[in-house]
C-alpha cells in the first residue's frame, strides 16, 4: 500500500487533527491543575461526557424534532446507555436549580467581594486625584454615602457591612487606621481570594475567554476582542520589567473600562432589556525557553502559539 504524506490527506482531516493538537497544549495546564488538586483521568472522563452530551443537546438541535438519546449518542461517539444517564442527571439537576436558586453559592459569595471592589475601585467618588481607591470611614453615621458600611449595603442591602469587613480584615484585604477609615489592599485582597472565589473566578475566565475566541474562529460576527502580544529571546530581568509595565497598564485599563461599565448600569437599571453580560480579563504569562512550557505527545516540543 501507498505512503500517505500529510498533503495528501483530506483537507477536513489535516484541519481535525491539528484542532485536536492545539486542543490537546490547550488542556495541559489544566490537567496539571486536576492532578494538583488531586483529581484523575476517570473523573475527568466523566466529567467531558456530561460536556459533551450537554453541548449536543443545546447546541446543535434538530429544528421541530425531539431530541434523541441516539442522535446526541451518534453526533458525541458517546454509547446511547451513557447518553440516557447524563441526560436525566442533568434534567434532574436543572429541575432541583430552578426550584430554589438562579447561582451556585460559589458564584454568590464571589460576586458579592468582586462587586464591592467593583465599585470602590470603579466609582470616582471612592477613589483620589491618582485614581486610587480613598480610605473610607467605617460608619455611615461619620462618612454618609461614602462610607464601607454605605458602600457594602449599596451592593447588597442583606448584608451586614460588619461580617464583611470582619472577613476583609481577616485576609489583609484591608487595615483599619486611627481615624476608623478602612483602607483596601487590592493587591492583598486578590491574593488572598479562597479556593471557591478563585475556582469561580478560573471557570468564568477560561470559559469566556475559550468562548470568545471559538465565536471568532466560527466565523461569527461581530468578532470579539481576542489579542496578545508575545516575544522570545528576553533575559528574565527584562520580562520582569515587561511584567511591572503589563501590570500598570492592564490595571489601568480595567479600571477606565469597570468605570464606565458602572454608569452604564446605573443609566440601564429598570430597563428589562438589560441583561447582557460582559466580561473584560487581562493576563500575562513568562517562562524559561523558547516554546511553550510543555512538550506534545510525541515528546518534541510544542511549537509556539
Known amino acids: 500500500m501507498a505512503h500517505t504524506t500529510s498533503e495528501q490527506k483530506p483537507v477536513m482531516e489535516r484541519r481535525s487533527s491539528h484542532l485536536l493538537a492545539t486542543t490537546q497544549r490547550t488542556l495541559w495546564p489544566l490537567v496539571k491543575l486536576l492532578l494538583h488538586r488531586g483529581i484523575g483521568y476517570p473523573a475527568l472522563s466523566e466529567a467531558l461526557k456530561t460536556v459533551f452530551v450537554g453541548v449536543a443537546e ?11 438519546d441516539s442522535r ?14 447524563l441526560r436525566d442527571a442533568m434534567r434532574e439537576r436543572r429541575a432541583h436549580t430552578a426550584a430554589w436558586r438562579t447561582e ?8 458579592l467581594s468582586a462587586r464591592v471592589v467593583a465599585v470602590w475601585t470603579g466609582l470616582s467618588s471612592y477613589l483620589d486625584e491618582r485614581g486610587a481607591p480613598l480610605p473610607l470611614p467605617r460608619l455611615a453615621r461619620r462618612g454618609g454615602e461614602h462610607s464601607f458600611e454605605s458602600l457594602v449595603q449599596s451592593v447588597n442591602k442583606d448584608t451586614r457591612p460588619r461580617a464583611l469587613l470582619d472577613e476583609w480584615l481577616r485576609r489583609g484585604a484591608v487595615s483599619i487606621d486611627e481615624q476608623d477609615r ?8 486578590m491574593a488572598t481570594r479562597d479556593l471557591d472565589d478563585r475556582a469561580f473566578q478560573f471557570g468564568q475566565h477560561i470559559h469566556d475567554h475559550v468562548a470568545a475566541i471559538v465565536h471568532n474562529l466560527t466565523g461569527d460576527q461581530p468578532p470579539f476582542l481576542e489579542r496578545a502580544v508575545s516575544h522570545v529571546d528576553l533575559t528574565q530581568a527584562s520580562a520582569a520589567e515587561l511584567a511591572e509595565l503589563a501590570y500598570r497598564e492592564g490595571v489601568r485599563a480595567l479600571q477606565a473600562v469597570n468605570r464606565r461599565a458602572l454608569e452604564l448600569k446605573a443609566r440601564d437599571a429598570g430597563d428589562p432589556a438589560a441583561r447582557t453580560r ?7 504569562f513568562s517562562a524559561a525557553g523558547r516554546g511553550s512550557t510543555h512538550e506534545s505527545s510525541d515528546g518534541a516540543p510544542s511549537p509556539d502559539a
Open 278 to 284: 460582559i466580561n473584560l480579563g487581562i493576563y500575562y
Open 72 to 85: 446526541i449518542s451518534l453526533l458525541t461517539g458517546i454509547h446511547r446507555r451513557d447518553v440516557k444517564r
Open 182 to 189: 478602612v483602607h483596601l489592599n487590592l493587591e492583598m485582597f
Open 104 to 111: 451556585t453559592p460559589s458564584a454568590m459569595g464571589a460576586s
Open 58 to 68: 443545546s447546541e446543535f438541535p434538530l429544528q421541530s424534532k425531539r431530541e434523541t
